[in-house]
């Protein structure tokens, strides 16, 4: 007998959706409700960071990569300060590398409690969402205390720091330490081991550990893969050698390895992780002056630099020119989110309408971060 | 009689009875104002502030904002972000779809004039108001949760001085 089909019907989703976190538009084809073919169109945020980038001094530009991905802008000032530094040859002091160690993984907790709770509300669960942004307000309250600013910050400055850090926010982050694990334990049986939860999510678009590396694809997403590849470990940049952590991986504890579950509960550990990378450098920061190896005027040499660093989303990386101006020639940014989506047609084919939410939210894209 | 309190003086009641006497124009404007659902759309970085706002610290549903995924549901929209070329003629769109009356709210400097995009931006709208007109403004980048709230406050306080007979601005 042949096999029924359904007349073939394209779907749009987006660009105005719940569930595309952002201006994302996929245009899904579909025979009845089984997903043929995803195909993702993109540049419905491109703001022209490489254009900017081009017209600007080097501090000039770190604003604006700030609002490249806007959930986790301390790791993407890290990641271009790492890349201007490394051009202009310039060792900062270790009490910078210590501050910048611990902001970018408060903001990794920040940006994955984003990502746990907006993955709850598109399975369903509001009430999930509601309490990862009440502690992702904590966090948020401590950048506060630094800076003075809640999400852009344009804290990490070339060769330092915009401020130091007072007593008050060192005794703040021990608390959110103490008050984020239990808090975790909660939201995991909350949200991660919950029946519904998983039904929704184990065995869902399975990426297997070799299309994902083909694809480019980094940070939770391939490390839910099964792939123990952690730029921390693997190719430390500051001063992440002298921590104690793991990587965490999928395992396939529920459901298999490389599923939309496993990809979502590497986040949910590496808060736990983060944590503890905070505990051990809060107490050991050195003293010293923040902003002694601030340069008066960033002009370096001709040349170029490259640093790659791990992002929340994954494996961020700026790729810098210098003509030896006060503006960058160019700046390429290689951005975690941009890679990590060019993977959702082969895992969502064969899979439900409803299904390609729940795909789309594991890989935690940010549109700023996939268009620029 | 929290209702009629909130009315306050444009109501006249009746002791013997469940009558009150008001203007049409207080009673809509007050049940326009209490109840502004609002559309589950975010554009950038505004978005996720938007989002706190709406969550559990700064409470939105205490104004009767609720978000709705469809135009047609909806009263205001928040512009929350920078507009592209390529999402404007989206938002042009969506606007049209909405039902009248509709209250546009334009969140943070991208969508007032373009933000830190104005000059070299090629891709970015400097302004939502080129295309849509907009009621209330709230600067900064992102703005604060509590800016935008008061933004919000704002706009009732424009809603309330609506009337049927007589455009005001």
């Keep these: ?372 | 009689m929290g209702i009629l309190n909130k009315l306050d003086n444009s109501v006249e009641q009746f002791e013997s009875g469940n009558i009150i006497i008001t203007s049409m124009d207080k009673l809509l404007n007050w049940s326009r104002l209490s109840s502004m659902w609002q559309m589950f759309f975010g554009l950038a970085c505004c978005a996720i502030e938007m989002m706190a706002t709406s969550a559990s610290h700064y409470d939105l549903d205490r104004f009767g904002i609720i978000p709705r995924p469809s135009p047609r549901h909806v009263d205001i929209i928040l512009i929350s972000g920078t507009v592209t070329l390529k999402m404007a003629t989206r938002i042009k769109r969506l606007y049209d779809e909405m039902p009248a009356p509709k209250y546009i709210l334009s969140m943070g400097s991208c969508a007032n004039c373009g933000g830190p995009y104005w000059e070299h931006g090629y891709h970015v709208l400097k302004g939502i108001d080129r295309i849509i007109p907009v009621d209330v403004y709230v600067p900064g980048c992102p703005p604060r949760p509590e800016a935008l709230l008061e933004g919000l406050i704002k706009l009732q306080e424009r809603i309330r001085n609506q009337s049927l007979a007589k455009h005001t601005a």
């Design chain 1, 1 to 372: 007998m042949a096999e029924l089909r359904t007349e073939e019907m394209i779907l749009n989703m987006g660009p105005q959706h719940p569930s595309t976190h952002g201006v994302l538009r996929l245009v899904l084809t579909l025979n009845g409700e089984i997903v043929e073919e995803v195909k993702p169109v993109l540049g419905y945020l491109h703001r022209c960071f490489e254009k900017h980038a081009e017209a600007m001094t080097y501090p000039q530009v770190i604003p604006y990569t700030d609002r490249m991905d806007y959930l986790n802008a301390m790791s993407n000032e890290l990641a271009y300060v790492l890349a201007v530094e490394k051009l202009l040859g310039i060792e900062v002091p270790e009490r910078v590398e210590y501050i910048r160690v611990i902001m970018s993984e408060l903001q990794r907790i920040a940006s994955h409690l984003v990502a746990i709770g907006t993955y709850g509300n598109d399975s369903g669960a509001m009430t999930p969402f509601l309490y990862c942004f009440m502690d992702r307000e904590k966090v948020l309250e401590l950048f506060e205390i630094v800076c003075g600013a809640r999400m852009l910050y344009n804290y990490i400055w070339v060769g330092g720091l915009s401020h130091d850090i007072t007593p008050e926010f060192i005794t703040k982050t021990k608390e959110l330490i103490k008050y984020l694990r239990p808090r975790m334990k909660m939201i995991n049986n909350l949200l991660s081991y919950n029946k519904i939860f998983i039904e929704r999510t184990a065995k869902i678009g399975i990426l297997p550990p070799e299309v994902a590396i083909n694809a480019g694809v980094s940070g939770p997403t391939l490390r839910g893969s099964g792939v123990k590849y952690d730029l921390r470990k693997s190719d430390p940049y500051s001063i992440y050698n002298k921590f104690d952590f793991d990587i965490c991986v999928g395992t396939g504890e529920r459901g298999v390895v490389g599923d939309c579950w496993n990809r979502y509960i590497v986040r949910a550990y590496e808060i736990e992780q983060s944590l503890r990378i905070i505990e051990q450098a809060i107490d050991s920061i050195p003293e010293g002056d923040v902003q002694s190896a601030v340069p008066k005027r960033v002009k370096p040499v001709a040349g170029e630099s490259y640093v790659r660093t791990e992002s929340p989303k994954g494996e961020l990386g700026y790729y810098i020119i210098s003509d030896g101006s006060l503006n960058p020639y160019r700046v390429k940014a290689r951005s975690p989110s941009f890679c990590n989506i060019s993977v959702i047609n082969q895992i969502s084919r064969g899979h439900m309408i409803a299904d390609v939410v729940m795909i789309l939210g594991s890989f935690d894209i940010v549109l700023g971060c996939i268009d620029r």
